[in-house]
């Protein structure tokens, strides 16, 4: 036994369809932040003693966002900044630096440098290495 679905059967589910897809799915508009009126665009350049440096991270300071610098140690920050935000920035080998964004700050040139990291000890090489296992 087959059932018909009348045109206006048809149309009933396709507004029900319709409906449930608009009401369980959340909708954004636009928000009233001023971040990005108020804020300016960072542009730098990150170098150490010997050029620019490619791959050195650039984050603002407490969140997740940030950029990576391009082989000529260039970068341009993602988002608008405000007047006290802090960058940090970090590579490895290298002492991680902070920058305060000022009034007149639009653009950075940072130069890091390398971080010496000693040893004390040697490692003992006299005896051979043996799992412990348990067989």
Partial sequence: MKIQLTSTR????????????FAFNPMFGQSNTTTSQKGKTIKGIVSNESGPILGANVILKDTNMGVVTN????????????TGDVLVISFIGYKTK??????????????IYEEV?????????????????NN
């Fill in 98 to 111: 902070e920058f305060k964004i000022k009034d007149t700050t639009t653009f950075i040139k940072l130069t």
């Fill in 10 to 21: 048809k149309l009933w589910y396709t507004t029900m369809l319709v409906f449930a897809i």
């Fill in 71 to 82: 082989e000529k140690g260039e970068f341009t920050f993602p988002t608008a900044l405000k």
């Fill in 117 to 133: 990291f000693e040893f004390t000890g040697a490692p003992n090489s006299n005896k051979r290495y043996k799992s412990k296992r």
